[in-house]
């Protein structure tokens, strides 16, 4: 068993710290996509509105005022 684990080589490290630092950029990328994907879906196809109206901010300062309204 020793000797198959002596045997593989080690990842470099470069390779790890290349992959870190693409994640840093990749998840939020992803997240940000996801963000835009579903306030997309939400407000063209379960709202059925048109796409403008979503990068509007009357739109949310509307929406804004429904959920903290007194």
């Not at 684990?5 to 630092?21: I, L």
């Not at 939400?42 to 929406?63: C, S």
């Amino acid at each position: 068993m020793k000797e198959e684990q002596s045997a593989s080589r080690p990842v470099p490290e470069k390779t790890k710290s290349r992959w870190r630092t693409a994640r840093y950029f990749v998840v939020p990328l992803l997240l940000l996509f996801s963000l835009l994907g579903g306030l997309i879906a939400g407000y063209v196809i379960v709202g059925k509105q048109g796409l403008a109206g979503v990068f509007e901010w009357k739109t949310w300062q509307h929406v804004i005022d429904l959920i903290f309204a007194p």
